[in-house]
Nanobody, 117 residues
Framework: QVQLVESGGGLVQAGGSLRLSCAAS????????MGWYRQAPGKEREFVAS????????NVADSVKGRFTISRDNAKDTMYLQMSSLKPEDTAIYYC??????????WGQGTQVTVSS
């Protein structure tokens, strides 16, 4: 199995920055791709960014492009989301997930990000 633990969320003023981390453990060699999603109150969960685990290909949602950067450190089995120029509308619970080669998906427990105006 694979376990995911997010960290790095918190309260920040608009225009500020935060870096989220997602640490993977267990059978991490089964991971094909990892990603970040977010869910704001009353809204559906939405895609933020993803990265191929064994390569460097990334995909970033238009709503955060130019402000958020996804990266990973395979030696640490950790994925990051560097968030800059944060806006109040970025307020949400941020979840990381891992798509495995067996077509299953694992989710973390989420970390709260609150951006004050």
């Amino acid at each position: 199995q694979v376990q995911l633990v997010e960290s790095g969320g918190g309260l920040v003023q608009a225009g500020g920055s935060l870096r989220l981390s997602c640490a993977a453990s267990g059978r991490t060699f089964t991971i094909k791709k990892m990603g970040w999603y977010r869910q704001a109150p009353g809204k559906e969960r939405e895609f933020v960014a993803s990265i191929i685990w064994s390569g460097s290909s990334t995909n970033v949602a238009d709503s955060v492009k130019g402000r958020f950067t996804i990266s990973r450190d395979n030696a640490k089995d950790t994925m990051y989301l560097q968030m800059s120029s944060l806006k109040p509308e970025d307020t949400a619970i941020y979840y990381c997930n891992a798509d495995r080669h067996d077509y299953t998906t694992v989710w973390g427990q989420g970390t709260q990000v609150t951006v004050s105006s």
